[in-house]
């Protein structure tokens, strides 16, 4: 992380307070694209810039809380590209205001609301002024599991003042203080609980993206697909049939969503194998792309390339820990 402090209790920190004015703003672009992952913020007329990061780990989570002044950025193709998991962030504004555009939906999210953005999608983001929040960034197999039409629920704000999101949300900020650090065999259990609280506090948003059956038989579906992506005869048909719908059933569940079901299942494993290029890294890639139901490797290799910009192994490459 650029110009960060050493790690302190609750967390690492960075602050631009102390770096030289001419090298703020620059410096502020350089954290966020190292905590937040790889955005693209344009440059400023003003060096000066007042930026503040402090991260800490949960399990396979992290919470960032940021406090900065106005800004805006995006994430493109090439920032997806050097992105190393597929993942959630769950942003919840605590001061101020941040408009985020995502999955067709705009949103402007002001204090005790919060949204869910999908680090595989673009994404614009605005500051207009000073501003405070917090940000969970999650692995996106995890929540899937729970609710697994996750990703078609991004870019809607929350009320996060009462019922369940208003527990989630002092969840949250109670998680985020310096001093609630948790040690770190307890952290996994408290990521999963945290979960399964943020799936129960989008169970509204999930009802009002569609009617009732639909969204239940969707999350059969999806579900289905998630549990047997290894499986290399997995298809649109088998899945109707292990459904008990019709594969004209199985089409009309996907309309309107942007994918069709040959391709969602297409997507997810891709993002399996880009998630397992980074984790394993000793084992072959053509290995990687077998295990996750791809037959041959060239397809994958090309399939990779055009889903995220590069090939599977100039990706590992470009991931390696520095040491390597």
Not at 235 to 244: T, Y
Not at 253 to 267: K, Q, V
């Amino acid at each position: 992380m650029a110009a960060a402090a050493p790690p302190a209790q609750g967390g690492e920190r960075f602050s631009t307070i102390g770096i030289a004015r001419p090298r703020q703003y620059e410096a502020w672009r350089e954290a966020v694209s190292a905590t937040h992952n790889a955005w693209d913020l344009p440059f400023s007329r003003d060096p000066a810039f007042d930026g503040r990061i402090r991260r800490q780990a949960l399990g396979r989570a992290e919470i960032l809380a940021c406090a900065c002044d106005p800004c805006r950025g995006r994430r493109g193709r090439a920032e997806i590209a050097r992105t190393d998991r597929a993942g959630y962030g769950l942003l919840y504004v605590l001061e101020g205001r941040e408009r985020i555009a995502q999955n067709g939906q705009e949103a402007e999210l002001s204090p005790g609301r919060f949204l869910l953005w999908d680090t595989t999608r673009p994404i614009d983001f605005q500051v207009p002024g000073r501003l405070r929040k917090l940000t969970l960034l999650l692995p996106q197999a995890g929540l899937d599991a729970l609710l697994p039409n996750a990703r078609d629920l991004t870019g809607r704000a929350v009320d996060a003042r009462t019922g369940t999101a208003g527990l989630l949300a002092a969840h949250l900020r109670f998680l985020a203080q310096p001093g609630n650090a948790l040690p770190e065999g307890q952290q996994e259990a408290v990521l999963q609980a945290s979960l399964e609280l943020l799936a129960t506090a989008l169970e509204p948003v999930v009802a009002g993206a569609g009617d009732d059956h639909r969204r239940r038989l969707l999350a059969r579906v999806t579900g289905h697909i998630l549990r047997n992506l290894a499986d290399p005869e997995l298809s649109p048909e088998r899945v109707a049939a292990a459904v008990g719908i019709s594969g004209r059933q199985l089409h009309r569940l996907f309309a309107g969503s942007g994918w069709t079901p040959d391709r969602w299942i297409w997507h997810q494993r891709l993002l399996r194998c880009r998630d397992a290029l980074t984790a394993s890294e000793g084992t072959p890639v053509s290995q990687i792309a077998y295990r996750w139901g791809f037959s041959d490797a060239a397809h994958f290799s090309r399939a990779f390339r055009r889903a995220f910009g590069c090939t599977p192994r100039d990706f590992r490459a470009g991931h390696r820990p520095r040491s390597a």
